[in-house]
């Protein structure tokens, strides 16, 4: 097991360089990053110019390619260059993000497979029931729904509750703005409503989403294994029906269902790009819309390097969970 | 955005395999194309769906020569409500909402379908050659595919968008890029497996070359799951593209979209809730009815797996 750690980790490094470097040569010939300073009063060609070799664009993109990668290694991840940015520096400027999507995620994704796993095991179980169909057209109907819109609906419909709680004398309890960089202060219950009221909204949002592709998963793989031969045996032996479905059956329906998780947890930890502009949260993803916007080089760089290890990472996770739920699978 | 590799939902097999030639007379031979348009034809979903799908595709492309205004056309006043004169109201700047939703949708639409077909046709190529070749080739093509997982679609998207230029077919070639893996991979899978059967050693024996055994074996047995996963693909696209437009990275005014016109108008979705359930609805009708014809393509290519909708 060690060792097949220790491989996947070693084959995922050129990987990495090369999607790198592909990354570094698509953000270089996208754009140039002082295109806007030619519109600004009292630039000169050569205010240009002498930005030009401070940033070292005059250098060819291979040397350039280097030259980051080496500082990156080092931990110097250059500093933001776009306008009214005033030189942020990357790494904290990414981790920050980083964090506040990791808040929001790791709850709603948890909270998600659960409600998704449970719902598409009862719905395996009594297939063809009214729950079924229930639960399956739910799904279906989210899969195929644009997540914006969820987003925006969560959000207006929250805003609309928030409107009923003040008619009623009560505070707004709802917020959809994002957490604030303090942290939340004041009384345990105080603590308790702002943080409720902070998360409540993106959450419901990401979750929707997220419960769609899992409990349909679920589902799927636990009417496969209901199905097949050693489920069969085991009710031949007279054993209980609950112990069938929880010993026999789930425990192996999970295997895919965990995978999947895996997966998408990388995936959503680079940003939850829509929740968070919808929401106004400062995280991964709205980092990402604003570098893209601005075209801050250094950001992009950073910020794809970090996602890519990300995938790269839980992908390796998702094997090494698929090796342990299943110990035919042999890693090596 | 998850990027959630769904295609192994196509193996749930519900256990009991269910025979459909007791409704066929037996006396006249059918083909295997007569067959499936037979099966298509009697699932009802998807004959609704794809009834749906016309209509959408009417109204994208017939509607503008019956409606009196233009999506161009900012004369009538701002934010009027629902009235017979604009059935949807107008936005902000005096356009008509029912004639931008046409202009929008058929930009969807022909993003969606380029999307789908230049994945379809890319995919198809690679996966079949990767998987009839196998060595170098294979090994390349499933590196470059590993690579292209590891760099987020949106992020490439965008920055592509943002350098290049927000006009609808730049936004449909990056979608494509990354659309084709999906598809690359099943057909991978598929002729690894077709390619030991005897009909190909067959082929390969007579002298038959890589091209055609690649274009008139190996695809037309493998026509069910791309079909199928082309229809899927053009859901998908859809949704993707709506979703780009809406962050401001996909498709760029004066070119519009169905994403483009909600984002220009979810902030009215308290004061005037028509401007944003009008785009909302047909999205959702078109992802949705795509969808169901793709399910419905799934059972009439594979009548076994009929009663699991997963």
New interface residues.
């Given amino acids: 097991m060690i060792r097949y750690i220790i491989r996947r980790l070693l084959i995922s490094i050129p ?2 360089l ?2 790198s470097f ?2 570094y040569v ?2 270089a ?3 140039n990053p002082l295109a806007e300073m030619r519109f600004r009063p009292n630039v000169t060609e050569a205010d240009i110019k002498a930005a030009e070799i401070s940033l070292g664009l005059d250098k060819p993109v291979v040397v350039r390619y280097w030259n980051w990668l080496t500082d990156f290694m080092s931990g110097d991840w250059g500093q933001s260059i776009a306008l009214g940015q005033a030189k942020t520096a990357v790494f904290p400027a990414v981790t920050d993000a980083l964090w506040t999507t990791g808040r929001l995620v790791i709850g709603a994704e948890l909270l998600a497979l659960t409600l998704g796993v449970s719902v598409g095991v009862l719905a395996a179980v009594r297939q063809y029931s009214i729950f079924d169909y229930l639960a ?1 057209s739910t799904a ?2 989210m ?7 969820v987003a ?2 969560v959000k ?1 419909y929250g ?2 509750f928030n409107n009923v709680l003040e008619s009623m004398g009560l505070e707004r309890w709802l917020t959809t703005a994002g957490p604030r960089p303090g942290g939340f202060s004041g009384s345990f219950g105080d603590v308790i409503f702002k943080y409720t009221g902070t998360f409540l909204l993106p959450t419901i949002a990401l979750m929707l989403i ?1 419960f769609a ?1 899992y409990s ?2 679920e ?3 636990m ?2 294994i209901l ?1 097949s031969d050693f489920v069969r045996t085991a009710r031949a032996k007279g054993i209980s029906q609950s112990r069938v479905i929880f010993r026999h059956a789930f425990r192996n329906a999970l295997i ?1 269902v965990a995978t ?1 998780f895996s ?2 947890f990388g ?2 930890l ?2 939850a ?2 929740t968070e ?1 919808v929401f106004g949260w400062a995280g991964m993803g709205t980092l ?2 604003s570098s ?2 601005q ?1 801050d080089p250094p950001m ?1 760089m950073g ?2 390097a970090v ?2 290890t990300l ?2 990472l839980f ?1 390796l996770v998702a094997d090494i969970v698929y090796g342990i739920l299943d110990p035919r699978i042999r890693l090596g | 955005m998850a990027n959630i590799n769904l295609a192994s939902e196509g193996g749930v097999v519900n256990s009991a395999p269910q025979s459909d030639s007791h409704e066929f007379d037996a006396t006249k031979t059918r083909t295997q194309g007569q067959l499936v348009l037979g099966r298509f034809l009697r699932h009802r979903l998807a004959m609704v769906s794809l009834g749906v799908f016309i209509v959408l595709v009417l109204f994208a492309f017939l509607g503008p020569f019956i409606w009196t205004y233009d999506f161009e056309d900012v004369s009538s006043k701002s934010y009027q409500p629902m009235s017979g004169a604009h059935p949807l109201g107008t936005t902000q700047v005096g356009k008509d909402m029912l004639a931008l939703l046409m202009r929008g949708t058929a930009y969807s639409l022909q993003i969606a379908l380029i999307v789908a077909a230049l994945a379809t046709a890319i995919g198809v190529i690679f996966g079949a050659l990767a998987g009839y070749l196998r060595g170098f080739v294979d090994t390349a093509l499933m590196r470059l595919v590993d690579l292209l997982l590891i760099i987020p679609q949106i992020a490439v998207a965008a920055i592509v968008v943002k350098g290049f230029s927000g006009s609808w077919y730049v936004v449909a070639l990056v979608l494509a890029s990354f659309a084709w893996m999906q598809i690359a991979r099943i057909t991978r899978g598929e002729t690894l497996s077709l390619a030991q059967r005897e009909f190909i050693e067959a082929a390969r024996a007579c002298g038959a070359s890589t091209p055609r055994i690649i274009f008139k074996h190996l695809v037309p047995n493998m026509i069910g799951s791309i079909t199928v996963n082309a229809t899927l693909a053009i859901a998908s696209a859809v949704l993707t593209e709506a979703a780009l437009s809406f962050l401001g990275l996909g498709v760029q005014p004066p070119d519009t979209s169905l994403g483009v016109i909600v984002l220009e108008n979810y902030g009215q979705f308290l004061n005037r809730p028509w401007l944003f359930w009008g785009p909302f609805i047909v999205l959702v009708s078109l992802s949705l009815a795509v969808n169901f014809i793709g399910d419905g393509l799934r059972d009439a290519f594979d009548p076994r797996q009929t009663k699991v909708r997963a």
């Fill in positions: 990987i990495l090369i999607g592909a990354c698509l953000v010939t996208a754009g399956t279906f109907l899969f195929s729904m644009p997540i914006f819109c925006v609906i207006n805003i609309q997220s592709a349909r998963f589902r799927a793989s009417l496969e199905h895919p999947l997966l998408n995936a959503v680079s940003g790009i829509i502009t990402l819309v893209v916007r075209f992009l910020w794809l996602t890519a995938i790269v992908n």
